[in-house]
């Protein structure tokens, strides 16, 4: 996995702080998700008010495991398999992809520089993230005894947990 955590983390903490912080970030992206790709509107539930509190922990959760792939792999294999019940599709991935990069870029770039090492970093990142999401989503017997260690269902659900967008330690 080739993952620039350092660049990640930097443009995270920044987008935090800037241009509404991770709020406007979020409730961005929904906006230009559901207008550049309309399609997958009806595969979300929650409003956007509250639906972008989980992407924004999601993000932090894979950029703040980036150097703890034991735990950030077994993490997103079970958020793929929690996508199955969306009804999420292999092809979404680059949808969700392209639009996080995209409002990202627009969301640094009004307060200071977003440059196309950062726009590499993230695009990097995403293949990486969608990947492992797309292999556990494809595969989840292949993966049952992995994420239970890890603290999953098999439905890619935290046991004991309705935050599962949470990075935490496997059990040991």
Do not use: C
């Not at 080739?2 to 800037?18: F, H, V, W």
């Not at 092809?91 to 196309?116: C, F, I, M, P, R």
């Amino acid at each position: 996995m080739s993952i620039n955590g350092k660049i990640l983390q930097e443009t995270l903490d920044r987008a935090s702080k800037e241009n509404g912080g991770l709020t406007s970030l979020g409730m961005g992206f929904y906006k230009r998700l559901f207008e550049k790709y309309p399609q997958v509107k009806p595969l979300f539930k929650t409003p956007p008010e509250e639906q972008h509190k989980k992407l924004v922990a999601s993000i932090g959760a894979i950029v703040s495991g980036v150097n703890n792939l034991d735990i950030l792999v077994p993490y997103l294999r079970a958020m793929g398999i929690r996508h199955l019940k969306y009804k999420t599709e292999n092809a979404h991935y680059a949808a969700v992809g392209e639009n996080l990069v995209a409002v990202l870029g627009d969301h640094l770039s009004k307060d200071g520089q977003w440059t196309d090492e950062m726009k590499k970093a993230w695009e990097d990142a995403l293949k990486v993230v969608s990947d492992v999401m797309i292999e556990g989503a494809n595969n989840p017997e292949k993966y049952k005894d992995e994420l239970a260690k890890a603290g999953y269902e098999a439905d890619g659900f935290k046991l004991k947990d309705s935050t599962p967008w949470i990075l935490t330690k496997p059990a040991v």
